[in-house]
């Protein structure tokens, strides 16, 4: 049975908890490999709306659901998110969590926070949750560890020498008062009795899990364009949430995957700083915005709306070997005449049909648009790809021409039952 990736196409917010959901029930284990609270999934299930942050959307079905170790894990937030799925009735004892994945302390929002107000105009637009200062105390090898909540020694040590330098920056950069390591000691040590429970070791539950030929889904929080190596860099966030990142970020060999699965919405929306060559910052984008409900799970921002931009999808589909593309929100576009798709870009008066490879030529990227010819009718109710639309079909197949990759199922509304299959996606 099929190990099974699902990444986000664009810049995040493509809808993957929608699509990871239409897996769900014959799914065995659903993992979530990188990000941290950063991300999140809204999913409606029986009329429900739910917003999961650091919980993988398994954790609304049957499967089991599972943190690897390539997440950063806010112990506080973790358990508020399980407190309140608990509370709706939802059964959270299933849940695993990776003994390696990393913890997010307080001052790693400390410092995340006043480093955005330190750089100013240059700011990375991040959301002040400590995901990236607990990323880069991992690389620095300062990070502290799920498994080392239940030494109380190590954990002193640990925390002490990631506050040794980060105090100096505090008080003597920012000024900052410092933080005193029991602080943070206090903090963790509450938490140790209740996640220990939840903690096991991810790469055998999953390698056991694949030897017994069940199906084991990885969702990958944020998208291919906001991966650190790959994406708008320094735009991006601080992990890999890209197809191969399932494999670092969970303990699996790459030979076990079988399907990957890109996300794209069917325009394209963008949190935070960085280029973004079809942003509308016209009534259209504001159509889009208010019509798509484009506020962050998570932070509540605006999104920024623009056409779809084939470019993008066609790089994240090549990079990460997609098999498949589910393709989010159609029925938002609903009611255009026409629906102008970014097919090229010009830079420096040169047309180019790929990605530039330059950080500075995408910047200046001016989109060219083929411009489809829209519909009026009501969508959300098709379960069929017969049942749509003459000119929605044509729209989807274009866009299955320009990004090399077939779509094998459509989102037609929020709720779980509003989608339509052409392929199965197991």
Same mark, same amino acid.
């Given at each position: ?8 196409? /664009?810049? *995040? ?9 239409? %897996? ?35 954790? %609304? ?11 950063? !894990? ?31 302390? @307080? ?5 995340? &926070? ?12 991040? +959301? ?28 002193? /040590?640990?925390?002490?020498?990631? $506050? ?5 920056? $505090?008080?003597?950069? #920012? ?17 140790? @009795?209740?996640?220990?429970?939840? !903690? ?5 539950? %999953? ?14 929080? /944020? ?9 708008? #860099?320094?735009? !991006? ?7 191969? *990142? ?18 794209? &919405?069917? #325009?394209?929306?963008? !949190? ?17 915005? +208010?019509?798509?409900?484009?506020? *962050? ?13 084939? $470019? ?5 589909? +090549? ?29 420096? *008066? ?25 519909? +009026? ?15 929605? /079909? ?33």
């Amino acid at each position: 049975m099929p190990g099974i990736v699902v990444v986000g196409a /664009q810049w *995040g917010d493509e809808g993957k908890g929608k699509a990871t959901d239409q %897996l769900g029930d014959r799914v065995d284990y659903t993992v979530r490999y990188s990000g941290g609270n950063n991300a999140g999934h809204t999913l409606v299930v029986n009329g429900e709306k739910y917003a999961l942050h650091l919980l993988p959307s398994g954790i %609304l079905n049957d499967s089991v659901p599972v943190i690897g170790n390539g997440v950063v !894990v806010d112990l506080d937030v973790l358990f508020e998110e399980i407190d309140g799925l608990n509370a709706r009735g939802v059964d959270t004892s299933k849940l695993i969590i990776s003994a390696n994945a990393h913890v997010i302390t @307080e001052y790693h929002k400390v410092m995340d &926070k006043v480093t955005e107000r330190f750089l100013g105009n240059r700011r990375i637009g991040t +959301t002040g949750r400590g995901i990236g200062p607990a990323y880069s105390d991992k690389i620095n090898r300062l990070g502290i560890r799920i498994q080392d909540l239940f030494d109380e020694n190590i954990l002193r /040590q640990k925390v002490e020498a990631a $506050l040794e330098q980060k105090n100096h920056l $505090l008080v003597k950069v #920012y000024n900052r008062r410092a933080i005193e390591p029991n602080e943070i000691l206090e903090v963790l040590l509450a938490h140790a @009795e209740r996640v220990r429970p939840m !903690v096991a070791d991810v790469t055998r539950v %999953l390698n056991d899990s694949l030897d017994r030929d069940e199906v084991v889904l990885f969702e990958g929080a /944020q998208a291919h364009h906001l991966d650190v190596d790959h994406g708008t #860099y320094p735009y !991006v966030t601080s992990s890999n949430p890209i197809a191969a *990142g399932a494999c670092t970020g969970s303990g699996v060999g790459p030979m076990r995957i079988n399907r990957v699965i890109g996300i794209a &919405k069917a #325009y394209t929306t963008r !949190v935070g700083e960085g280029p973004f060559p079809t942003e509308l910052l016209d009534a259209d984008g504001e159509k889009l915005r +208010t019509d798509g409900a484009e506020f *962050g799970t998570t932070t509540g921002r605006n999104r920024r709306c623009g056409w779809f931009d084939a $470019l993008v999808v066609e790089a994240a589909a +090549t990079a990460n070997a997609f098999t498949d593309i589910f393709l989010t929100k159609l029925d938002i576009l609903t009611g255009w005449e026409n629906i102008p798709v970014c097919v090229a870009y010009e830079v420096n *008066g040169e047309r180019t049909d790929v990605l530039p490879m330059s950080q500075s030529d995408f910047h200046h990227a001016l989109p060219v648009y083929e411009y489809l010819d829209g519909w +009026t009718e009501d969508i959300s109710g098709c379960r069929t790809f017969a049942e749509l639309p003459a000119n929605t /079909q044509a729209y989807v197949r274009r866009l299955e021409e320009l990004v090399g990759c077939r779509i094998s199922g459509i989102g037609v509304g929020p709720s779980r039952e509003q989608s339509v299959m052409i392929h199965d996606l197991i």
